[in-house]
Each structure stands twice: as C-alpha cells, then as structure tokens.
C-alpha cells in the first residue's frame, strides 16, 4: 500500500492546519502574544511535558526490539533533557519559580490532551502510541519551519519569544523531528487501509487536542 507520515496530515488536512497556524503561534511569531497568555501556556506546558516524559517512558516500556527501544529512549532523553530542562530555566526568565510549577493546578485541555495519549498507548500497540505523540514532536518542528517563512515572524531581540522560536527551530529538535517522521514512514509503509483508518482517527484526535491547548493559553482557560 505504502503511507507515509504525509498521508496522516493530508487525511486531517483543515485540522492540521489550524494546529500549525493557530493565532496563539502567529502571535508568538510576531511578538504579540500577551505575556499573561504565554506565562499561563509557559506552566501548562510544564505538566504537559511531565505526561509526556511519562507517554514517551510507556513507549519505551512498550517496545519489542532494540531498535524500537533505541528510538522511544531517544524520545524520552528529547523530552526530559533537551525540553524540559529548557522549559525550567526559561519559566523561571519568565517569573516563574520551580516551587510554582510544582504546585500548579492542571488545565482541562492538559488533562484531556495528555490522558488522551496515555489512554491511546495503554490500549493500544508502539505505533499507535507514536501517531498520538506526532503532533506534539513533529508538530513543533513543522509549525517552526512555517513561522520562519511568514513576513509577520520578528526575529532577534525585538521578539520577546525570541528562545522559544529558537528553541523549536534548533538543530536538536528539528533532527528529532525529522527522525520521528523517518521512523513513523517506515512503519506506515506496510499497513493497511483499515489501520490506517485507525491511525487517522488517533492522529486527528491529537492534533484537534493540541488545537485546544492553543487555546486554552489564549483564553487563559482553567
Ligand atoms: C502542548 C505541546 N505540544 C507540543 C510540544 C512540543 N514537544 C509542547 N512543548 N507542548
């Protein structure tokens, strides 16, 4: 048959680009977001990446060989080092304390988005797993190739978001991204048009989650 990673982002095209093209990423990109906003999404973002580190461990845990377990390690170690550890130091630029993160109530939208991906790897196989998890790894990479090409995007120290661009258009995650899509090609190569029906759903489902994390900064929204 032989999908590629493109095909799941065809199949949920107006969806997908909402999620890349949301106003909460333009925002960012031209240096308007209000600051309440991006601190309120800043400590979001923080429980958000716990869950993940815990999805991406579940992976790790759910993998059959070598080459899988090389690769969910290689998900877990982006998260928990390159992001998360990131994210620390740069709530704290942003007035927020590490006391404060740990003590934060969690948003609606981060329950339902994480517990969304953790639920869809309980019941389901590595790959399923991987598709919820690619609109938040891949998704990223791609909305920051996208913020690059637009006129309105500030670069520089006239953008005060500017380490957060950075940090998604960075060699690291950009390679991250690049080997996520890589392995998802490689496994979507031979499925059939039922489970990628399934995978469809899965993929379209997490983006439509991201979209409301999006949001969810915007509106300040509990
Ligand atoms: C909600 C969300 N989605 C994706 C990412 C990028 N890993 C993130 N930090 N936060």
Redo the contacts with the bound molecule.
Sequence with gaps: MGYRFSDLTQACHDDWRAYIEHDFVRQLAAGTLADEAFRHYLKQ?YL??IH?GRAYALATYKSRDITELRHSLEGLKTIIDV?LGLHIDYCREWGISEADLAGLPEARATMA?TRYVLDTGNRGDLLDMHVALAP??V??GVISQWQAEQPFTIRGDANPFEKWLQMYASDAFQAAMRDEIAWLDARLADITPERFEQLTTIFRDATRL?ID?WQMGLDLAD
């Design positions: 973002d958000f990446l993940f992001e988005y938040c790894l998704g990223y991201e994390f």
